[in-house]
Nanobody, 117 residues
C-alpha cells in the first residue's frame, strides 16, 4: 500500500510561482511513472506533466515552458514547479505514481491551486 501526501497548493498571483510536492510512503514499492493531473470545476481531469518509466517527460501544451516536473528518487517525492501561472491554471492538482510490478496506479488526495490577483 502506497500513501501519497501532497503539499504546496494555495493562492498565487498571475506571473508568480508555486511548487507542489508529492511524497510517497509505504513498503516494498517501486516507482515507475510519475505525473501531475488537474481538474477544474466542470471539466474532466487532464494530464499536466508526466515522467514515464524511461525518464521521458511530457507536458500539456498549455503548460509547456512554464511548468517543470521533477522527481527525487531518494526521497520518493515528485515536484511540480509552476512558474508564470495563469488564471486558467486554477484547479485541483493530483499527483500520480505508477508502482510495480504488479503495476498499480496511485493517486494523491488533491491540492487546490488558485491563480488570482
Amino acid at each position: 500500500q502506497v500513501q501519497l501526501v501532497e503539499s504546496g497548493g494555495g493562492l498565487v498571483q498571475p506571473g508568480g510561482s508555486l511548487r507542489l510536492s508529492c511524497a510517497a510512503s509505504g513498503s516494498d514499492f517501486r516507482i515507475r511513472a510519475v505525473g501531475w493531473y488537474r481538474q477544474a470545476p466542470g471539466k474532466q481531469r487532464e494530464s499536466v506533466a508526466r515522467i514515464d518509466s524511461g525518464g521521458i517527460t511530457n507536458y500539456a501544451d498549455s503548460v509547456k515552458g512554464r511548468f517543470t516536473i521533477s522527481r527525487d528518487n531518494a526521497k520518493n517525492t515528485v515536484y511540480l514547479q509552476m512558474n508564470s501561472p495563469k488564471p486558467e491554471d486554477t484547479a485541483v492538482y493530483y499527483c500520480f505514481l505508477q508502482t510495480g510490478p504488479p503495476y498499480k496506479s496511485n493517486w494523491g488526495q488533491g491540492t487546490q491551486v488558485t491563480v488570482s490577483s
